[in-house]
């Protein structure tokens, strides 16, 4: 949405002889089966959005299976999305999705071309997604649409720049999606904030080798954010400290430096991103876990902590709004993680480039990498399945915290 509000996320993937699919989605590599389903009866939806709903490829072959009996997931969470070059609008699959749709599942379609043969289609879905990675040749499709179909909402996808955003942000499009919002938006380094300055000054001290357990206390202590994070994290019953903590220097004490270092360089590198859209925050520290569970298949087990970091800093620019060569001037970070987020090479590289090609589903260059590093499908899909579990309890942890 304009307001940068996340609604929504989508699943992208590759049939299984294409390298990207695991075991639990091969059964009928995609075309009966979708894998998104697979996938979401293994971890849940919400490990994967947090209650939003999720867009979900879907053959028009799927719609003849019931695919209700396929998921235990809640209808209303659940979108299914068809390729234009796909779905044909002819029985029995127009009415398997009024059988769908009755039981609460929605539909879109992406990229129509030929409106008027997809007419019965059209009638039927709830959302349309047009492309916009290029120029702007969707906005005649999107006028055709909007007049003749009144009950659409419309999705501007592939936005990987503010200007074509701010172009389209003009028009009646609801909802974007794409990289544009983590863009970084170039202010002078003067206007940074106090308590972010603050905040960068706390990451540097626990970066120093034999931090003093008192300097961190008492810069948590005038930053009321931290300062509660602080205490919610000692005393939540997965630390299992016995005794109330109640003070700062008290709960610094008791974490020690290692775990201090942790979790300050984890809060921190998302407190420097609350003011921007929620995504953001969850972006790094998907990135971070990912690189962190991909180390050793790019034999680089042994630097894993520095590429949970790579990841962490790796939207650094857009939180700060500078470009990232500023932003790494003012945080402490080893060559090799500054080579590769300020030069874009180095051997950190590969990693992040994988991780990047995976958000985006270049399955070209992520089918590449893996071959060029020997890395099997299975590999990939275990790790990422990791870092969804792992985030997910991150998020159930706070909750209960809350609670």
């Known amino acids: 949405m304009r307001d940068m509000t996340v609604l929504a996320y989508c699943f992208r993937y590759e049939s299984a002889h294409d390298y990207i699919a695991h075991a639990p989605a091969r059964a009928f590599d995609g075309v ?9 009866e293994r971890v849940g939806i919400d490990a994967f959005t947090n209650g939003a709903p999720l867009f979900v490829p879907i053959s028009k072959f799927a719609l003849l ?7 235990t997931q809640p209808p209303n969470q659940i979108i299914f999305l068809f390729n234009h070059t796909d779905i044909t609008p002819e029985e029995p699959f127009l009415s398997s999705i009024k059988a769908l749709k009755q039981r609460g599942y929605r539909f879109a379609i992406e990229n129509p071309r030929d409106v008027n043969h997809l007419h019965p289609i059209l009638e039927l879905c709830d959302f349309v997604i047009l492309g916009f990675k290029y120029n702007m040749n969707n906005m005649t499709t999107f006028r055709q649409l909007a007049a003749s179909h009144k009950h659409l909402e419309f999705i501007a ?9 701010s172009q389209l942000d003009k028009t009646n499009f609801k909802y974007f999606e794409g990289r544009f919002y983590n ?8 206007t940074m904030s106090p308590v972010k300055i603050n905040r960068i000054h706390l990451l540097n001290t626990v970066q120093e080798e034999d931090f003093a357990i008192e300097s961190v206390a008492d810069i948590v202590g005038r930053d009321p954010s931290m300062s509660i ?18 003070s700062i220097q008290h709960a610094v004490a008791m974490l020690g430096q290692k775990e201090v270092r942790k979790w300050v360089t984890t809060v921190i590198a998302n407190l420097l991103a609350e003011d921007k859209p929620g995504e953001l925050t969850r972006l790094s520290l998907l990135r971070a876990k990912f690189a962190e569970n991909m180390a050793r298949h790019f034999h680089l087990a042994m630097q894993a902590n520095d590429l949970f970091l790579l990841g962490l800093f790796s939207i650094l620019d857009a939180a700060l709004d500078m470009p990232m060569e500023d932003a790494l001037k003012l945080i402490h970070v080893s060559e090799e ?11 950190f590289m590969k990693i992040l480039n994988f991780i990047l090609a995976y958000e985006a589903a270049d399955w070209t260059e992520v089918k590449n990498t893996m071959m060029l590093h020997d890395i099997s499908a299975g590999d990939v899909f275990e790790s ?3 870092t969804v579990s792992w ?13």
């Open 183 to 190: 863009v970084p938006v170039s202010k002078d380094q003067s």
């Open 157 to 165: 996808a592939d936005i990987n720049g503010l200007e074509i955003f």
């Open 337 to 347: 993680i500054h080579t590769a987020l300020v030069e874009r090479k180095g051997r």
């Open 65 to 71: 299976s019931d695919m209700s009996q396929k998921s």
């Open 391 to 403: 985030y997910d309890s991150i998020l159930n942890e706070a909750y209960e915290v809350e609670a």
């Open 229 to 246: 994070s602080l205490l919610k994290l000692v005393n939540s019953p997965h630390l299992g400290i016995s005794q109330k903590i109640k």
């Open 384 to 386: 990422y399945m990791e």
């Open 32 to 40: 009966v089966n979708p894998p998104g389903l697979d996938i979401l």
